[in-house]
């Protein structure tokens, strides 16, 4: 099984930009489409923006399109995700995981979660 370690966040002001990465170790890396997720506190996880690279299929949760854009290095068995214009309520623990695309939706495929990375976002 693919294992997968985020990291990249940190602290800024609204309408700034920060890139998280997920890199992957192990075996399993194209077998499913990679998939970002956050739960802000006192919130249910959610997913924000997946990518399956064997089809091209990507997912971004409605708040975010157009201010996030996801992508993938599979030479370097690393997803990113690249936030622009953040918000206040963008503010959440990020995690990366693997993901099923299905009927236009996005949700992790296996409820087993390694370390996040945290963002903050001040107004």
């Known amino acids: 099984e693919v294992q997968l370690q985020a990291s990249g966040g940190g602290s800024v002001q609204a309408g700034g930009s920060l890139r998280l990465s997920c890199v992957a170790s192990?075996?399993?890396?194209?077998?499913?489409?990679i998939g970002w997720f956050r739960q802000a506190p006192g919130k249910e996880r959610e997913a924000v923006s997946c990518?399956?690279?064997?089809?091209?299929?990507?997912y971004y949760r409605g708040s975010v399109k157009g201010r996030f854009r996801i992508s993938s290095d599979s030479a370097k068995k690393t997803v990113y995700l690249q936030m622009t214009s953040l918000k206040p309520e963008d503010t959440a623990e990020y995690y990366c995981?693997?993901?099923?695309?299905?009927?236009?939706?996005?949700?992790?495929?296996?409820?087993?979660w390694g370390q996040g990375t945290l963002v903050t976002v001040s107004s």
């Open positions: 995981s693997t993901a099923l695309i299905t009927g236009g939706t996005c949700t992790y495929r296996l409820d087993e």
């Open positions: 192990g075996y399993g890396f194209d077998d499913y489409p």
């Open positions: 990518f399956s690279r064997t089809d091209g299929t990507t």
